[in-house]
């Protein structure tokens, strides 16, 4: 296993083959909530008004043949707990989705608990959908006595109001279920900084050297009566006992951390200069979801915070991380971010090229840096996963010219305004100053687009005459055609016919108005014949013009 890989593909399928015992420190993993919904991924990109949706893992929601294929394993091949929780919860719940679920999920829970340390932990990050039955689940597979917290991570966002009469309070929190392998885990409790404010409100006794302090009790409440703890000291014995044994409230006298009331009663001092700030609990409330530069408009990101704050409770640097289900890589953004090694696994390919732009963009980490596992290299393996799922064929083909994927594709139909369009690369076409008139490039930016089509097979020259008609409706400068297989003469012909464009600021250099591109060409190395250079000139400058431009510039960075 090697670090900075990206595996594309089923989790339960790589955690088998390809991950071996005891390889990881620390695991976080955001699985697809189960909602009664089918779970789509929205990426709002592309083309205006359209939204690209995949619809990840979404035929393991539904108790099918392959689902009651993973249920009938757990309990005939699994041990004795794991078996008859699954029995216990098919009583319960009954053959359906949620069931089919919790099979999935236990199936991939047995694969992490293989595949980390015995020093290690986990973190589940779930909602009140299904929390309840993960955390049996997670009793069964850990041991229960290895939980350790259930993490109240509140989101700070509404939820969208609604026409109906509300009749349930809103859900505004997410849960996060923390167990570790053994009780020999790491573990370091992280502390908030507080605000100069909050620490004089907080520390606000001053003492005759101006250090600021507060009291608190050194006394046993009530409740908490130690027989053994109750002595004297300078003249004092508290009722219900001391918090500590004689020698130690001894030495923290002589270290002037004692304060005497005028009534004789002993306070512990604590002050501001020796404070490290307030350790955190199980309720986060100060971590806001992801927004502006951070936000990458994938609905189900994290925010980073989030990440580093499980990370650097639960690893130290150099450890190994795995997100089982990586998304748009928030946990490996993370641990790259605090030097430790990572690994991520998602299903989607969508995810991944994602993931590959965000590192480049973050860390100038190129695809030479990062191991990039389950991908095609070669057309044999582009056709095989063309083969496997055509609509993951086509996110790959995609990220071959950097392209933004603008399907809006939902159970399998095409809707919206981008009828046809796969894909759309977008490049500067104009420059213009305030007046409007062409500028130096420190004025407005005009955006022009080149809409892109995929075929894994059957390409014909309909489909080019087609892509034509497409980009006048879609107001493109060009088309741009990938296909698996060579494109025959007629194609060519119609593509030439087509004609070229040229932009303002190319000085009338000449571009094709359609191109037709093979997976094979694209694997050599070849690119499409766009103004590219000025986009790479205006990466270098996106920096300090960012503020200007509208929001479209962080989305042309990430891509
Ligand atoms: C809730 S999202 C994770 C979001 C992530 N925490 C982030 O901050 O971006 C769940 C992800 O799991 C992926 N996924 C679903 N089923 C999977 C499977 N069987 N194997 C690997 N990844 C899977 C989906 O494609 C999706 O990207």
């Known amino acids: 296993m090697q670090n900075k890989t990206l595996y594309f593909g089923d989790n339960l399928e790589i955690l088998r083959k390809k991950i071996p015992d005891e390889s990881f420190d620390l695991i976080y993993l955001d699985p697809p909530f189960n909602s009664s919904r089918s779970y789509n991924v929205l990426f709002q990109e592309g083309l205006r008004d359209s939204e690209a949706q995949v619809r990840a893992f979404e035929d393991s929601w539904h108790w099918t043949r392959e689902s009651k294929q993973t249920f009938d394993y757990l309990v005939t091949?699994?041990?004795?707990?794991?078996?008859?929780?699954?029995?216990?919860?098919?009583?319960?719940?009954?053959?359906?989705?949620?069931?089919?679920?919790?099979?999935?999920?236990?199936?991939?829970?047995?694969?992490?608990?293989?595949?980390?340390?015995?020093?290690?932990?986990?973190?589940?990050?779930?909602?009140?959908?299904?929390?309840?039955?993960?955390?049996?689940?997670?009793?069964?597979?850990?041991?229960?006595?290895?939980?350790?917290?259930?993490?109240?991570?509140?989101?700070?966002?509404?939820?969208k109001g609604s026409q109906f009469k509300k009749r349930t309070y809103g859900n505004s929190f997410d849960s996060i279920l923390f167990y570790t392998k053994t009780d020999e885990y790491q573990f370091k409790i992280p502390l908030i900084q507080l605000t100069e404010n909050e620490l004089e409100q907080k520390f606000n006794k001053i003492d005759e050297q101006g250090r600021r302090y507060r009291l608190d009790r050194v006394t046993l409440p009530r409740m908490m009566a130690r027989q053994n703890l109750r002595y004297e000291y300078k003249g004092y014995t508290p009722e219900y006992g001391w918090m500590m044994e004689k020698?130690?409230?001894?030495?923290?006298?002589?270290?002037?951390?004692?304060?005497?009331?005028?009534?004789?009663?002993?306070?512990?001092?604590?002050?501001?200069?020796?404070?490290?700030?307030?350790?955190?609990s199980n309720v986060w409330t100060d971590i806001f979801v992801a927004s502006g530069d951070e936000s990458l408009k994938y609905p189900t990101q994290k925010p980073l915070a989030l990440l580093e704050r499980i990370i650097q409770a639960s690893s130290n640097e150099g450890d190994w991380i795995l997100d089982s289900f990586c998304g748009c890589g928030t946990t490996v953004v993370a641990a790259e971010k605090l030097n430790r090694h990572w690994v991520g696994i998602d299903i989607t390919a969508l995810a991944i090229n994602l993931i590959k732009h965000r590192l480049k963009k973050q860390f100038d980490l190129g695809t030479k840096q990062i191991n990039l596992d389950g991908l095609p290299n070669d057309v044999n393996g582009a056709r095989e996963l063309f083969k496997k799922d055509p609509f993951e064929f086509e996110y790959w083909a995609l990220d071959l010219i950097n392209a933004m994927p603008a399907q809006s594709k939902s159970q399998g139909q095409m809707r919206g305004a981008d009828r046809g369009v796969d894909g759309v690369v977008t490049f500067i076409k104009n420059t213009t100053d305030g007046n409007g008139?062409?500028?130096?490039?420190?004025?407005?930016?005009?955006?022009?687009?080149?809409?892109?089509?995929?075929?894994?097979?059957?390409?014909?020259?309909?489909?080019?005459?087609?892509?034509?008609?497409?980009?006048?409706?879609?107001?493109?400068?060009?088309?741009?055609?990938?296909?698996?297989?060579?494109?025959?003469?007629p194609m060519i012909k119609e593509a030439v016919d087509a004609g070229i464009f040229t932009t303002p600021i190319t000085n009338k250099a000449e571009f094709p108005k359609i191109q037709i591109l093979t997976v094979d060409e694209l694997l050599s190395g070849h690119k499409p014949n766009l103004p590219q250079g000025l986009i790479k000139n205006y990466y270098k400058e996106a920096k300090s013009i960012e503020k200007k431009n509208n929001s479209m510039t962080q989305k042309m960075m990430m891509f």
């Open 77 to 159: 091949k699994t041990n004795e707990g794991i078996s008859n929780l699954m029995l216990a919860l098919e009583k319960v719940i009954g053959h359906n989705d949620m069931l089919a679920y919790l099979a999935m999920m236990t199936a991939r829970l047995i694969e992490l608990h293989r595949v980390l340390k015995k020093t290690g932990s986990l973190y589940l990050h779930c909602d009140p959908t299904a929390s309840h039955y993960l955390k049996i689940v997670l009793d069964a597979v850990f041991g229960k006595e290895h939980f350790r917290n259930e993490i109240i991570w509140k989101r700070q966002t509404a939820k």
């Open 247 to 280: 020698g130690k409230l001894r030495k923290l006298d002589e270290e002037g951390r004692l304060y005497w009331s005028k009534d004789g009663k002993a306070y512990r001092k604590y002050f501001m200069d020796s404070y490290e700030g307030q350790e955190v």
């Open 437 to 489: 008139k062409n500028g130096n490039g420190n004025g407005k930016w005009e955006y022009g687009k080149a809409i892109v089509q995929v075929k894994g097979g059957g390409a014909q020259r309909s489909h080019i005459a087609t892509l034509k008609g497409d980009i006048e409706r879609e107001k493109a400068e060009a088309g741009i055609f990938i296909t698996l297989e060579k494109p025959t003469q």
